[in-house]
């Protein structure tokens, strides 16, 4: 459906906007055919839609997790929810260290008989595998994940002309340049981009564009972006190298079966629909997995042994689970899927209300009971059905109606209620929120049944909307309430106690909203000029006739005036990047 404010283009099951993010209309249930599985967002389509962005345009929004909280028109009074960037991390050559250790620990042979005998050698071995040690703990500090896959480049589309669009990575601007595209589906570490223009499938990786294959209907990027499986007008199916682009073609027949494909994560596997039967391709061999008409494919695990399957029966959808021999397991009956973790080993779904989460290819376990949501972290961006998190256990859920929770394997504990425009820290310890719909607490995530006793008020007063740092030093707020159809006031404070507040501006203008980069430098538009502020301080003016801003999961951020594009550099200016004709 096209969105009532921008205009954009999104999928039949968008609750938001790929454009602005704002919320769309709620749509009628249409009705599913029983030859027909309920369609997560689209089995192989490609579901992360990013609609063209025009000079002119709305701030590109991340819509605020929280259904309670009403989202204004174009951005009036509430601001996008932008990521915030990774913390510096400490590097250090853990290969030059481990080829020293591997030079001092050699306990083999002869010559280690020999070295080790020397009580000073042995001392030097002790101490080498001790530093190994203290190593490997700095190593899980400092590069050690919470589970959550997080954004480490950006590739978008600049409109500079009437349907022309220049590439951006990051701050480079490609040589090739597209008349038009339909969908820009992206993988969750940024790095890897697919897109079609008149059946034309293209690639951008390694900052640059590779031309796939023609005539193509459908596609699938697999979510390491190593591979990307696609169908043709002539109904054949197709698996190639985003590398190099070389092509397998994996059958003939695909008539009648549109979104039936699916590639698994490592792009390693893919099932698919052939005729009848539901088949597995891997290692360049195809093997029947069933027959049963009804059956329609959902995913696939990494291993290509847990094949998700659909299969309408006794006027239920019943979700299966796979092996690569065609032995299953009956997960659950299914009303919608709603998600897998990163491997695809699980996967959560909901049925007559309730949550559902199967691990495993075992029986699903219900979390919850009503339909739970899981929450990503600013610096997360979801690929497909797949969200950015490892383990679907251990994370925040939301549930539409203002009540967040902690779901673990074996149990399900509500942090806090009345809760809106959730904001979940990079390392998803500490939850922002708004609390019924007016000031902006924070919780820390592992008191559990004890986090809404010690919240912390960080902003008491009106607040339309807000951006924390990734360092949580501070947080930005737009001061009033959302209604506020004019200029409004942008204020900070302290992000970790709250306090008192420093006003920034008080006319920036809410219709564009503002930016955060991945230097936590806030970017706003006052009477139509950039400005820039950090540390909490006064706003710079840094560029002038400003007509839209808006910025990328990883933080880069892009403005137009009109007449050319700019990009952030990593300090507080921006510099041109693209010419507008």
């Not at 999961?553 to 507008?580: C, P």
């Given at each position: 459906?096209n969105?009532?404010?921008?205009?954009?283009?999104?999928a039949?099951?968008?609750?938001?906007?790929?454009?602005c993010?704002?919320?769309?209309p709620a749509?009628?249930?249409?009705?599913?055919?029983?030859t027909?599985?309920?369609?997560?967002?689209g089995?192989g389509?490609?579901?992360?839609?990013v609609?063209p962005?025009?000079?002119?345009?709305?701030?590109?929004q991340?819509?605020?997790?929280g259904?309670?909280q009403?989202v204004?028109?174009?951005?009036?009074?509430a601001?996008?929810?932008p990521?915030?960037?990774?913390?510096?991390?400490?590097?250090?050559?853990f290969?030059?260290?481990?080829?020293r250790l591997?030079d001092?620990?050699k306990p083999?042979?002869?010559?280690?008989?020999g070295?080790w005998?020397?009580?000073?050698?042995?001392i030097g071995?002790?101490?080498?595998a001790?530093?190994?040690i203290?190593?490997?703990?700095?190593?899980?500090?400092?590069?050690?994940?919470?589970?959550?896959?997080?954004a480490?480049e950006s590739?978008r589309m600049?409109?500079?002309?009437?349907?022309?669009?220049?590439?951006v990575?990051?701050n480079?601007v490609?040589?090739?340049?597209?008349?038009?595209y339909d969908?820009?589906?992206r993988?969750?570490?940024?790095?890897?981009?697919?897109?079609t223009?008149?059946?034309e499938?293209?690639?951008?990786?390694?900052s640059?564009?590779?031309?796939i294959?023609?005539?193509?209907v459908?596609?699938?990027?697999?979510?390491?972006?190593?591979?990307?499986?696609?169908?043709?007008?002539?109904?054949?199916?197709y698996?190639?190298?985003t590398?190099?682009g070389?092509?397998?073609k994996?059958?003939?027949?695909?008539?009648?079966?549109?979104y039936g494909?699916?590639?698994?994560?490592?792009?390693?596997?893919?099932?698919?629909?052939e005729g009848e039967?539901?088949?597995?391709?891997?290692d360049k061999?195809s093997?029947?997995?069933t027959d049963?008409?009804?059956a329609?494919?959902?995913?696939?695990?990494?291993?290509g042994?847990?094949?998700?399957?659909?299969?309408?029966?006794?006027d239920?959808?019943?979700?299966y689970?796979?092996?690569?021999?065609?032995d299953?397991?009956?997960?659950g009956?299914?009303?919608e899927?709603?998600?897998?973790?990163d491997?695809?080993?699980?996967?959560?779904?909901?049925?007559?209300?309730?949550?559902?989460?199967?691990?495993?290819?075992?029986?699903?376990?219900?979390i919850?009971?009503?339909?739970?949501e899981l929450?990503?972290?600013e610096k997360?961006?979801?690929?497909?059905?797949?969200y950015?998190?490892?383990n679907?256990?251990d994370?925040?859920y939301?549930?539409g109606?203002n009540?967040?929770y902690?779901?673990?394997?074996k149990?399900?504990?509500?942090?806090?209620?009345?809760?809106s425009?959730?904001?979940?820290?990079?390392?998803?310890?500490?939850?922002?929120y708004i609390y019924?719909g007016?000031e902006?607490r924070?919780?820390?995530?592992?008191?559990g049944e004890?986090?809404?006793?010690?919240?912390?008020t960080?902003?008491?007063?009106?607040?339309?909307?807000?951006?924390?740092?990734?360092?949580r030093?501070?947080?930005?707020?737009?001061?009033?309430?959302?209604?506020?159809l004019?200029n409004?006031?942008l204020?900070?404070?302290d992000?970790?106690?709250g306090?008192?507040?420093t006003t920034?501006d008080?006319?920036?203008?809410?219709?564009v909203?503002?930016?955060?980069?991945?230097?936590?430098?806030?970017?706003?538009?006052?009477d139509?000029?950039?400005?820039?502020?950090?540390?909490g301080?006064?706003?710079?003016k840094i560029l002038?006739?400003i007509k839209?801003?808006?910025?990328?999961?990883?933080?880069?951020?892009?403005?137009?005036d009109g007449d050319?594009?700019y990009g952030?550099?990593?300090?507080?200016?921006l510099?041109e990047?693209?010419?507008?004709?």
């Amino acid at each position: 459906m096209n969105c009532p404010v921008c205009g954009a283009s999104n999928a039949p099951d968008s609750k938001f906007c790929c454009g602005c993010g704002n919320t769309l209309p709620a749509q009628s249930a249409a009705p599913v055919p029983p030859t027909v599985p309920v369609n997560p967002t689209g089995y192989g389509a490609p579901v992360q839609q990013v609609s063209p962005t025009g000079y002119g345009a709305p701030v590109q929004q991340v819509p605020p997790t929280g259904y309670g909280q009403p989202v204004p028109p174009t951005g009036y009074g509430a601001p996008p929810k932008p990521p915030k960037a990774p913390k510096e991390k400490v590097k250090i050559d853990f290969t030059e260290v481990k080829d020293r250790l591997v030079d001092t620990v050699k306990p083999v042979g002869t010559v280690a008989k020999g070295v080790w005998s020397n009580k000073k050698a042995r001392i030097g071995i002790i101490a080498g595998a001790l530093l190994l040690i203290i190593l490997s703990i700095l190593c899980a500090i400092f590069f050690g994940g919470n589970g959550y896959i997080e954004a480490e480049e950006s590739i978008r589309m600049l409109r500079t002309g009437n349907n022309e669009y220049s590439i951006v990575v990051g701050n480079k601007v490609l040589d090739d340049t597209v008349s038009d595209y339909d969908y820009l589906t992206r993988t969750m570490n940024g790095k890897v981009a697919a897109f079609t223009n008149d059946g034309e499938l293209y690639v951008v990786k390694d900052s640059k564009l590779k031309d796939i294959a023609d005539d193509v209907v459908d596609y699938e990027l697999s979510v390491n972006g190593e591979y990307i499986a696609y169908s043709t007008k002539d109904d054949a199916l197709y698996v190639a190298k985003t590398g190099d682009g070389k092509s397998e073609k994996i059958c003939d027949d695909t008539e009648g079966n549109n979104y039936g494909f699916r590639i698994s994560p490592d792009g390693k596997s893919i099932a698919y629909r052939e005729g009848e039967a539901v088949k597995l391709y891997r290692d360049k061999k195809s093997t029947e997995i069933t027959d049963n008409k009804y059956a329609s494919v959902y995913g696939l695990s990494n291993s290509g042994n847990q094949i998700y399957v659909s299969i309408y029966q006794d006027d239920h959808h019943v979700l299966y689970s796979y092996n690569n021999k065609g032995d299953k397991t009956k997960l659950g009956e299914i009303d919608e899927l709603a998600g897998f973790n990163d491997s695809f080993s699980q996967v959560l779904f909901y049925n007559d209300g309730k949550t559902y989460i199967a691990k495993d290819g075992k029986e699903a376990n219900k979390i919850h009971s009503s339909e739970l949501e899981l929450v990503p972290t600013e610096k997360c961006d979801a690929h497909g059905d797949a969200y950015p998190v490892s383990n679907l256990y251990d994370h925040v859920y939301y549930n539409g109606k203002n009540d967040v929770y902690l779901v673990k394997e074996k149990d399900c504990i509500k942090l806090v209620s009345k809760a809106s425009q959730l904001q979940l820290d990079g390392e998803a310890k500490y939850l922002y929120y708004i609390y019924d719909g007016r000031e902006v607490r924070c919780i820390e995530i592992a008191k559990g049944e004890k986090a809404s006793e010690s919240a912390v008020t960080i902003v008491d007063e009106s607040v339309a909307g807000y951006v924390v740092t990734s360092d949580r030093k501070y947080v930005y707020y737009l001061d009033g309430s959302y209604l506020n159809l004019g200029n409004i006031t942008l204020k900070c404070v302290d992000g970790k106690k709250g306090g008192k507040s420093t006003t920034i501006d008080d006319d920036i203008n809410a219709n564009v909203g503002f930016a955060i980069s991945n230097q936590n430098r806030i970017y706003y538009v006052m009477d139509g000029d950039l400005y820039v502020v950090s540390n909490g301080k006064t706003g710079k003016k840094i560029l002038s006739d400003i007509k839209s801003l808006s910025n990328t999961t990883h933080g880069d951020v892009y403005a137009s005036d009109g007449d050319a594009w700019y990009g952030s550099t990593g300090d507080e200016k921006l510099k041109e990047l693209v010419e507008i004709d």
